[in-house]
Nanobody
Framework: VQLQASGGGLVQSGGSLRLSCMCP????????MGWFRQPPGKEREFVAG????????RYADSVKGRFTISRDNAKNTVYLQMDSLKPEDTAVYYC?????????????????WGQGTLVTVSS
């Protein structure tokens, strides 16, 4: 299954970026979705998750109030709007498709992953 994540890049501290992830309709239309990230030299960590209808969302404490996850099921796309970016947000960001309705913080509850997109925040 091919997930296409895009939107990463270099941004100054305080700036914004919007990540997108498109997935095959049959893969994610009825599934929870999530975003994870892996900072340099660190473990992969949960960023945000969204229910399959988009009515419920979850966030890591480190991004609450700054990041917003959303989805457009008509376009089979999930988004991550990132505002007030900080240097510690620098990481490779991955989108993932949940097993069924899952959209929590456990990587094991996701069964398809995108290739990752690099976000670099300069100070």
């Amino acid at each position: 299954v091919q997930l296409q994540a895009s939107g990463g890049g270099l941004v100054q501290s305080g700036g914004s970026l919007r990540l997108s992830c498109m997935c095959p309709r049959r893969t994610c239309s009825n599934n929870g979705m999530g975003w994870f990230r892996q900072p340099p030299g660190k473990e992969r960590e949960f960023v945000a998750g969204i229910s399959w209808r988009g009515g419920d969302t979850r966030y890591a404490d480190s991004v609450k109030g700054r990041f917003t996850i959303s989805r457009d099921n008509a376009k089979n796309t999930v988004y991550l709007q990132m505002d007030s970016l900080k240097p510690e947000d620098t990481a490779v960001y991955y989108c993932a498709v949940g097993r069924g309705a899952s959209y929590g913080d456990n990587p094991g509850s996701y069964n398809y992953w995108g290739q990752g997109t690099l976000v670099t925040v300069s100070s």
